[in-house]
């Protein structure tokens, strides 16, 4: 009997585990987000250009990121940022869906930023890219001389934007 009891628990523990994990994928909003994850794959094989593309790789990447699916969220908004790298807009989109995981968001503004040049048409991109970091950087005091050194590189793009 001594060997019941905790048996038992240990069961009903894992029980409710699994019913954590798997609960995400029975409630309605879920299911939605679900059904949004399909439409954006459709999307993404129907696209007819990069710029199309990126769009219905974001959405894709939103919806993984609604589901949980880290991993999934960063593969899609890794290859939205490689299909339309100009794009300001799939940029803030990364930083908003990958808010909760800034390691990875991290990884990719930073990749991001190694890949394209800072000037041109990939200038606003860049800088979102930078505004992106420095709000991963911010309040963190590990980070201090990150978030300084990005700061002025802000500063200098903006500066050299309007022209002084």
């Given amino acids: 009997m001594d060997w019941q009891i905790p048996l038992l628990v240990s069961a009903v523990t894992f029980a409710a585990f699994l019913i954590f994990r798997v609960r995400p994928a029975v409630t309605p909003r879920a299911r939605a987000t679900a059904a949004a994850l399909t439409g954006a794959k459709k999307r993404i094989e129907e696209a007819k250009d990069d710029a199309a593309r990126a769009i219905a790789l974001a959405d894709a990447a939103d919806a993984c990121a609604a589901l949980g699916r880290t991993n999934g969220a960063v593969g899609y908004y890794l290859r939205a940022l490689r299909s ?62 990150r978030a300084e050194a990005i700061a002025h590189a802000l500063a200098a793009l903006d500066a050299e934007r309007s022209g002084g």
């Fill in 84 to 145: 339309d790298p100009r794009s300001t807009r799939i940029v803030e989109r990364t930083a908003a869906g990958l808010a909760r995981r800034p390691g990875a968001l991290e990884r990719l503004m930073w990749r991001h930023l190694a890949v394209h040049s800072w000037e041109g048409e990939h200038r606003d991109a860049a800088l979102a890219s930078l505004r992106a970091l420095a709000g991963v950087y911010a309040g963190r005091r590990r980070h201090r001389l």
